[in-house]
């Protein structure tokens, strides 16, 4: 099998040669060639140079070889393309003027993406032409509950109490707000798999700070309905929320067709309480990579044996650190290549 074959095989639950592999935010700081590119540069005229963007994103797969190349991109454009003042500083991503209203919702708008995010979508287009068939593209966009906790935070936190606060206090707000941040991550996320993205991943990493019953309420609707909107598009649709083990069985009636699974859970739990259905993806913390290439064969190798041989796809259970050694995340890549799993 070529590797968009063998990826997309997982995500769908059928049988393949070997486990695909690939880490998130594997375009990044750790790699030298990255830091040589980003010293040009600033932060968001690299993710608005298509060339540069799909230049970064090839990076891993001419140094490593995965299976899946995503493309280099920021959830934080779409909030930009929405009418948000946004600036990106070494503390990250900062909203100047913080969701607080009805009518501050209402200003907000639901652009067309091709019209708002156009040198994305160009970068998703040129990446997929260059890849051939040596790994499949992924796109991403970010989830509502996590959007909206960079819109009513201004940025970062914690301890997500305003948009807890708001959650629960102005809830008719908070709907509003998740509810337009669906429609346009659906309408992006249909844009970016008609821009040759064969499968998007749906980042909705702070929604595993919601308990059961306000996950289910302000974050499993709006999720499903940007699922049915990849799906739609024709190509698959990963869901990732960081902190998932309490929320499996409220997961599983996302319509994902792959969950990527952090670390705080085993992916034989996962996989039972997930359901047949579901193919996963995961999870090894990132933090072995920090090790040695010995000790992340071994956790690589014991999270494909956790999941089996069909329906899985090795991945870290968040982003690839900066600190990573090269030689780390070769060993990663490197160990489905050389295992054989029963």
């Known amino acids: ?27 990044g700081r750790y790699l030298p060639e990255y830091r040589t590119v980003r010293s040009r540069v600033d932060f968001l005229t690299l993710c608005k140079s298509p060339d540069l963007a799909s230049e970064v994103s090839l990076q891993p ?25 946004v600036s990106f500083g070494d503390s990250g991503p900062q909203i100047d003027a913080p969701i607080r209203s009805m009518a501050d919702v209402e200003r907000l708008r639901v652009p067309d993406p ?16 260059e890849l051939h068939d040596r790994a499949a593209l992924v796109g991403f966009v970010g989830g509502p509950f996590t959007l909206a906790s960079y819109f009513v935070e201004g940025g970062g ?31 992006y996320a249909a844009a970016q798999a008609h821009a040759g993205a064969q499968a998007v991943q749906l980042f909705d990493t702070w929604a595993g700070e919601l308990s059961p019953a306000a996950y289910e309420e302000f974050a499993l609707p709006y999720q499903a ?6 799906r739609s598009a024709g190509v698959p649709a990963i869901l990732f ?43 090894v913390d990132p933090c072995v990579l920090l090790t040695t290439p010995d000790a992340v064969t071994t956790a690589a190798r014991a ?17 690839v650190l900066p600190p990573t050694p090269i030689e780390c995340a070769r060993a990663f890549v490197d160990a489905p290549k050389t295992a054989v799993v029963r």
């Open 1 to 27: 099998m070529n590797a968009p074959e063998r990826f997309l095989a997982a995500c769908a639950r059928a049988p393949v040669d070997r486990t695909p592999v690939w880490m998130m935010r594997q375009a």
């Open 225 to 230: 309905a940007i699922v049915r909107s990849i």
């Open 157 to 187: 936190s914690r301890t997500f109490a305003a948009i807890k606060t708001m959650l629960y206090a102005q809830s008719a707000v908070a709907h509003a707000l998740l509810a337009k941040l669906a429609d346009f991550a659906a309408r």
């Open 61 to 85: 797969i001419e140094r490593f070889g995965m299976d899946a190349c995503v493309i280099f991109s920021d959830i934080m454009l779409a909030v930009e393309a929405m009418g948000a003042s």
């Open 114 to 129: 091709e019209a708002a995010l156009p040198y994305a979508l160009e970068a998703l287009r040129r990446t997929r032409e």
């Open 241 to 283: 929320v960081n902190g998932c083990a309490g929320k499996l069985d409220l997961i599983a009636k996302c319509g994902a067709d792959v969950v990527s699974v952090d670390w705080r859970v085993d992916l034989r739990e996962a996989r039972a309480r997930l359901g047949a259905g579901v193919a996963v993806q995961g999870n």
């Open 303 to 319: 999270a494909m044996e956790s999941a089996g041989p069909t329906g899985h796809i090795l991945n870290l259970g968040h982003g």
